[in-house]
């Protein structure tokens, strides 16, 4: 029996997570550590920041949940359990699971040495990569992308939104602030999902007054505080963009189960 930790799943967590895992094959060797216990390593990674090779001891060998980590990023199992997770908990809140609006930004964060691709970004003096985000009006992620800090918002917003619109059908308008300003990516949106781009802008009255929460914009801005929770995500540590993207999903992921457990 191993030590309990903070970061493990709940009971009601783990019910709500199960139908969204890979089952074991009937062929083959048996499983030595339970999934839950090494998705209990993940997260505990996620929150705390920790090297892999510096897991505790109580948890599976550090180099089994770091291949269970890569096992379902390169499957794309974060993306298809963050999917489900995020359409249980629309219908919890009684919202379709397919939202109508959204809400676009990026933050850019420092890379460690061995990060590929790395670059500058000069408006906030910052090398690193840039997170580019785009979440439902609870603030729940419908699609994450990563390039060089130095990719104009703009254009990262392309990759962001490119082949999305066969998986959110119902999606009409999409919030964004002044970065993404321009007569080219808003026609580009009507043609790529028929989707109207709006952009909220900080109002002369709001200069005066200092800090002000502008409508729709702090949804998404709230999301990267909550990512910003997860020491693994205050800077950006991993070499590959894919680890990255996929902790970033792992965080969601934890966000969620939190929620949805509290109706068990």
């Given at each position: 029996m191993r030590e309990t930790y903070p970061t493990d799943l709940s009971d009601a967590q783990w019910i709500h997570l199960q139908p969204y895992l890979p089952t074991p094959k009937a062929?083959?060797?048996?499983?030595t550590h339970s999934l839950r216990d090494v998705l209990d390593a993940i997260f505990y990674v996620l929150k705390s920041g920790c090297h892999w090779r510096l897991l505790?001891?109580?948890f599976p060998p550090w180099s089994t949940v770091y291949y269970h980590f890569r096992r379902f990023r390169s499957k794309g199992l974060w993306s298809f359990i963050l999917k489900g997770l995020h359409a249980a908990e629309r219908k919890r809140v009684g919202k379709d699971p397919q939202p109508k609006a959204a809400i676009m930004d990026s933050q850019s964060v420092k890379t460690v040495e061995s990060a590929h691709p790395s670059g500058y970004?000069?408006?906030?003096?910052?090398?690193?990569?840039?997170?580019?985000?785009?979440?439902?009006?609870?603030?729940?992620?419908?699609?994450?992308?990563?390039?060089s800090a130095d990719v104009q918002d703009r254009v990262g917003a392309r990759c962001l939104l490119a082949g999305l619109k066969p998986f959110?059908?119902?999606l009409k308008k999409i919030w964004a602030d002044g970065a993404y300003t321009g007569e080219k990516l808003a026609r580009w949106c009507q043609e790529q999902g028929e989707w109207e781009l709006q952009i909220v802008e900080r109002?002369?009255?709001?200069?005066?007054?200092?800090?002000?929460?502008?409508?729709?914009r702090w949804i998404v801005e709230r999301t990267l505080g909550w990512l910003m929770r997860?020491?693994?995500?205050?800077?950006?540590?991993?070499?590959?963009?894919?680890?990255?993207?996929?902790?970033?999903?792992?965080?969601?992921i934890r966000l969620i189960l939190k929620r949805l457990a509290r109706e068990v």
């Open positions: 062929e083959g060797r048996p499983r505790p001891h109580d970004d000069a408006h906030k003096n910052l090398k690193g990569r840039k997170r580019h985000l785009l979440v439902d009006t609870l603030g729940l992620p419908l699609s994450v992308y990563l390039t959110v059908p119902r109002s002369s009255s709001a200069d005066s007054e200092g800090f002000v929460v502008l409508p729709h997860n020491r693994r995500l205050s800077k950006d540590y991993e070499r590959k963009v894919q680890s990255s993207e996929s902790f970033m999903e792992v965080a969601m």
